[in-house]
């Protein structure tokens, strides 16, 4: 019976709040017929297979779908094998390799724009008006709703709704902190659904690093 790590990704500064993440280290072991349905059954917005911890060969998939690339899922797994003896400078996704860089304080790591998946952005005038919102804005089926907190401090108050990967509502999403930041062209602090925090930084050659604290909450046996 395969373990499973129950993480939860970009929290605040106490450890509160983040994007609750699923990881099997020994996803090699779990059929690849499984793991779409496994993903489904857990309902967490994403759960990666780990397929080799010295490489940090990973896939990662959605209630509904598989995705080649993701912010949340990347950072916690980075963060995990590091604090299960096999710490990484790289994850190995079906985008490409990601760059890993774990501070002490927070678990970091770097990737191209143009992997992430398809949103909509779109921005609305004030942080209240994203904190109304009941589900995305204009009818999308995968949407990133934000606004300015302080456009000179570089803080930003946001949500996602992507309806067609099965998340009504991601606490959190990487992937897509990591795509505005390129747009935006600077570095911002995302404050992100019920309380998460995400610190987003372009770097050069078209990459932009995106990190957080990442909190262990459970370690349970999951049937196949």
Avoid: K
């Amino acid at each position: 019976m395969p373990e499973l790590h129950v993480l939860r990704v970009f929290t605040n500064d106490d450890g509160e709040w983040g994007n609750p993440l699923g990881v099997f280290l020994d996803g090699d072991g779990v059929p690849e017929e499984r793991r779409q349905a496994i993903a489904a059954e857990l309902g967490y917005s994403e759960t990666v297979f780990v397929e080799d911890r010295e490489s940090g060969r990973v896939r990662i998939f959605t209630p509904g779908i598989e995705l080649p690339f993701a912010g949340h899922p990347s950072v916690g797994t980075a963060w995990l094998l590091a604090r299960t003896g096999n710490p990484v400078a790289s994850l190995d996704t079906r985008a490409g390799t990601v760059g890993v860089r774990d501070d002490g304080r927070a678990t970091h790591v770097s990737a191209r724009p143009e992997w992430s998946p398809e949103l909509e952005y779109v921005e609305l005038r004030t942080p209240a008006e994203v904190r109304a919102l009941d589900g995305p804005p204009g009818g999308s089926q995968a949407a990133y709703a934000w606004a300015w907190i302080d456009e000179d401090a570089g803080t930003i108050r946001a949500r996602a709704f992507i309806l067609e990967a099965g998340i009504d509502e991601d606490e959190a999403t990487g992937s897509a902190a990591i795509v505005l930041a390129a747009r935006l062209g600077r570095a911002v602090t995302i404050h992100q659904g019920q309380g998460s925090v995400l610190e987003v930084t372009p770097l050069d050659d078209g990459l932009v690093e995106v990190g957080g604290g990442v909190v262990l909450d459970e370690v349970r046996d999951h049937p196949l």
